[in-house]
């Protein structure tokens, strides 16, 4: 098997973790020889695991390159979105095709849709883990792009200083935006023919792509989250404290913090005055960071979520844009810490977990549920966990999409 990743595998990150427990699943549970293929400019800070039979780095094509293929594929011909172009080139695809043609695998197995076209037109089964549809995030920025401090969040780093400060440019930003989302939406829609599956974290997405593609081979593959067996959460429900867990400078998560705190937190304190607004996850903005108050507290990167969750009465789920599936939900049930969501926050969540989630779109009835939350002593954690915890374990543990996934590629490279 090939896996081809933008993505260094890493329990640092969402994204880089659910890349490192796939790979770790298939090689040492399932017996599968895996080959990994990297384009990163950052490779030096990866060790090979042992469980993989071969690791090969590519860097990403020159800037000049990237810049030039944008401009000539993207705003010219439109025929990709402009991020596969920070990683692909003719050069480096004839490269990695070779190299996947020597390796001779069963499957080639390509990760996030900057990876696709390395996979389009390759000699080999191939299945494309979509993970979320990135058009749908960029189509609902567009409607309040002003909010948002940049439009790429964490991968803005990865951008030369000359390219951030013009996309972020209030003349530029917009149709950099617009024309991304464009893009993407008619990428997600037309690549999938060439790939014998296609997966998405989200149920709700599954069926939209389905749909939008005409295309019926897309799949359901969630996210994982640890299962800690040995943990025992307290029962305290008293604490007052409502968390938000996330990385902060990704642009939904951003918008999503910042609609809590200026329109659902001052009604929250009307009828809870001493409750407590946490905020936890890396990279806070400017505008978050200018939030602080004594009620508000901006946590950062923290080293121990658990506890951090554990200590809370009530996590939100505030989201206003976004696609995929929040994981965050089910770092909360596992605990017994109910969650109070936007139906955009809460979607694609298998139905069995619903009655731990209380979804409200209007500021004022999602203030009022928190405040509930935060009084009413009949919501004890133990009860939520004692039902909730085996739902995740059964659906979201490593161990069941591990064996999911396994099916899914053994039925894909007969």
């Keep these: ?116 076209l390395f996979g389009i037109n390759i000699n080999f089964p191939n299945i494309l883990d979509m993970a979320d549809l990135l058009s749908r995030r960029y189509g609902q920025q567009l409607k309040n792009i002003s909010d948002y401090s940049n439009i790429t969040g964490q991968y803005e780093k990865t951008y030369p200083k000359f390219i951030r400060k013009i996309i972020n440019s209030a003349k530029i930003k917009y149709f950099i935006l617009n024309m991304e989302y464009q893009l993407t939406r008619d990428f997600e829609n037309n690549v999938v023919k060439y790939f014998n599956l296609t997966t998405l974290v989200s149920t709700h997405e599954v069926k939209m792509l389905i749909k939008t593609s005409n295309n019926n081979k897309i799949q359901w593959l969630p996210n994982g989250i640890d299962i800690i067996n040995e943990f025992f959460p307290s029962d305290k429900i008293n604490n007052k404290i409502i968390s938000f867990i996330g990385i902060l400078d990704n642009p939904h998560n951003e918008f999503g913090v910042l609609y809590f705190i200026d329109e659902i937190f001052p009604l929250v304190l009307e009828k809870v005055p001493d409750a407590i607004f946490q905020v936890i996850g890396r990279n806070p903005s400017n505008k978050i960071i200018s939030r602080k108050q004594k009620n508000i507290i901006i946590t950062g990167y923290v080293e121990n979520l658990n506890d951090y969750i554990d200590k809370s009465t009530i996590t939100v789920v505030p989201l206003k844009i976004g696609s995929g599936v929040k994981t965050k939900i089910f770092d909360s049930i596992k605990f017994g810490v109910p969650v109070v969501a936007t139906s955009l926050g809460a979607e694609g969540v298998i ?57 899914l590629i053994s039925q894909t490279s007969k």
């Design 351 to 407: 139905n069995e977990l619903s009655e731990y989630i209380y979804v409200h779109d209007d500021a004022n009835e999602f203030a009022q549920e928190c405040a509930r939350l935060l009084l009413d002593n009949v919501y004890l954690k133990k009860d939520i966990r004692a039902k909730g915890f085996e739902i995740i374990k059964n659906n979201y543990s490593w161990e069941s999409i591990g064996a999911k996934l396994q099916m």
């Design 1 to 116: 098997m090939v896996v081809i990743s933008t993505i260094i595998p890493s329990d640092y990150g969402a994204r880089p973790k659910v890349v490192l427990n796939y790979l770790k699943i298939l090689s040492e549970k399932y017996d599968y020889n895996i080959s990994l293929i990297i384009i990163n400019n950052h490779i030096q800070c990866f060790d090979t695991p042992f469980f993989l039979d071969g690791v090969y780095f590519f860097n990403q094509p020159h800037k000049l390159i990237q810049i030039t293929q944008i401009l000539i594929n993207s705003l010219i011909l439109r025929k990709s979105p402009m991020q596969s172009y920070l990683f692909w080139s003719p050069f480096l695809n004839k490269k990695i095709k070779n190299l996947v043609t020597k390796l001779n695998p069963d499957i080639v197995f390509c990760e996030l849709i900057r990876t696709a």
